[in-house]
């Protein structure tokens, strides 16, 4: 029996009030499960002076979110596909609610861990359900490039957002206060969501492959751990060994998609016109946004010297141009230029802000804002297009897996870009250093500042050090950026959505 409240619109047709209305509520949990990314930073020293975590302890629970996050995208879009989006995502928004006050309240550091791997839980299920419902609701393109830029503007100011939020909570009030910021939010998805979400499912998903959903835990985990060792602590063959293991996995889980009767990611998703493309231009834009965080947010504290709360406040400022970036290249697609060239330009504009960048010095601080400013336009610019081109690509009924790659590649992308930038900059700034100076002061500019009351001249040389190793990063980034340009012109040439596939099938509607 159909629910009138679940309509969909039909293929092609625009969206109206209760679809707009809806991307609204969508975005909710987009902001707080973006922001969750962050929201750490600043929460961590009274984490660590209020529950008295190990430094292991410590360190999962800042890292256990992203790790189940990343490892659990590709099993949530599937299972979206197959159970309904809308009902994966009222679970998902319980669930993370619940973690949320239990993470608030947790009296030690194994309730706090346990309490973000299942906030990491929710918000694996939340991320793909919301991209891939904004699929469902707006069939109409102009509209669905639209909708999207919002949505790839939400996300990316929330990530931005999330460490502001928690210096400014933890400043006036306890560090449990920057999870209960999601209660509210969470209660209003799950009122709303049920009345102004349509369902939808692959109306013929075949039977779950179980065993893909270990596999692909396998594939993804290690590699974005060996990632985060080699950003942290450099190459060696301790860090390479994990990141083998996962392509070990990655290559028998594609075995498992090709030759199961029901494959968890459906390899036909590739062979549509632009989807494929789209998720290697994807990863790239997450190489650069992360890549060259790792570089300013040690800028602007340890460079600077701002405080903690000064430098998130500051990094605010590059994300106010964010909210034009994308309406700007949506309104030029739907004015008739080619979507490749704007692709293409928004990388070529984010090579030009890593430009900015390379010409930092240690006390540059409006020309390193400005960069980050230049850059996030254009990659925020490209990924709003190459989603909607990916998600117009896939068919409706693979709207989830087809989100959850996109998101998956990103997280690849990001440990990427923090891996090998922020190694191209440690080896800078380790040989600029001095021969002289402590072996603390030679790993870490943070090492160096903590020990150079000691030592005349030396903090001086270490902020010089950094600021050559950025310069270096980001002149890598730039070359990096613009093989990113011509690979859009030449992968993206001539490739438009189709307005209204006939081959694609309504969703069912629950």
């Not at 009902?87 to 993470?103: D, I, N």
């Not at 990094?315 to 964010?322: K, Y």
Request: one cysteine or more; aromatic letters at 8%.
């Amino acid at each position: 029996m159909t629910n009138p409240t679940s309509t969909t619109p039909a293929p092609g047709s625009p969206a109206g009030r209760r679809e707009w209305t809806a991307l609204a509520v969508l975005m909710l949990p987009l902001l707080l499960v973006s922001m969750d990314v962050s929201v750490l930073y600043f929460a961590i020293p009274a984490i660590g002076a209020d529950l008295a975590p190990t430094a292991t302890q410590q360190l999962w629970i800042f890292d256990i979110y992203g790790f189940v996050l990343a490892g659990l995208l590709m099993t949530m879009g599937s299972l979206g596909d197959r159970f309904g989006r809308r009902r994966l995502l009222l679970l998902g928004a319980a669930a993370f609610g619940t973690a949320s006050l239990v993470a608030a309240y947790a009296n030690s550091a194994e309730t706090l861990i346990a309490a973000r791997a299942v906030l990491g839980i929710g918000g694996a299920t939340l991320m793909p359900s919301t991209m891939a419902l904004v699929r469902t609701m707006f069939t109409d393109p102009r509209q669905r490039t639209k909708a999207i830029g919002i949505w790839s503007g939400v996300m990316t100011g929330g990530i931005a957002l999330g460490s502001v939020m928690s210096g400014v909570l933890v400043e006036y009030f306890w560090w449990g206060s920057v999870f209960l910021v999601n209660l509210p939010a969470m209660v209003l998805l799950l009122v709303l969501g049920p009345v102004l979400l349509p369902e939808s499912e692959d109306p013929t998903p075949g039977r779950f492959d179980w065993l893909s959903i270990p596999l692909s835990m396998a594939a993804v985990l290690p590699v974005i751990y060996g990632l985060k060792e080699i950003a942290a602590e450099g190459w060696s063959a301790g860090h390479v060994v994990p990141i083998t293991v996962g392509l070990l996995f990655a290559a028998l889980f594609v075995h498992r998609q090709r030759t199961t009767a029901s494959p968890m990611i459906d390899p036909a998703l590739f062979r549509g016109r632009g989807f494929a493309p789209s998720v290697s231009l994807n990863l790239l834009s997450a190489f650069a946004v992360m890549g060259s965080a790792f570089f300013t947010t040690q800028y602007l504290q340890s460079v600077l010297g701002k405080s903690a709360l000064e430098a998130a406040l500051w990094s605010l400022l590059p994300s106010v141009p964010i909210g034009a970036a994308a309406p700007v290249a949506a309104q030029l697609v739907q004015n008739g230029v080619q979507r490749a060239y704007v692709v293409t330009a928004g990388f070529v504009t984010g090579a030009g802000g890593y430009g900015l960048l390379a010409l930092a010095g240690p006390d540059s601080m409006a020309l390193v804002l400005t960069a980050c400013g230049v850059l996030a336009v254009g990659i925020v610019t490209v990924m709003s297009q190459i989603t909607d081109l990916a998600l117009g690509a896939a068919p409706v009924e693979r709207a989830g897996s087809a989100s959850s790659l996109l998101e998956t590649g990103a997280e690849f992308g990001g440990a990427l870009g923090m891996a090998v930038l922020g190694s191209i900059g440690t080896a800078v700034y380790r040989s600029g250093m001095p021969g002289s100076a402590p072996d603390v002061a030679r790993e870490t500019l943070g090492g160096a500042l903590a020990v150079a009351d000691g030592v005349p001249g030396l903090a001086a040389a270490a902020r010089e050090a950094f600021t050559d190793g950025m310069r270096a990063a980001s002149l890598t980034a730039v070359v990096l950026l613009l093989a990113a340009a011509v690979l859009a012109a030449v992968s993206l040439r001539g490739i438009s959505v189709r307005e209204a596939p006939a081959e694609e099938r309504e969703p069912a509607a629950v």
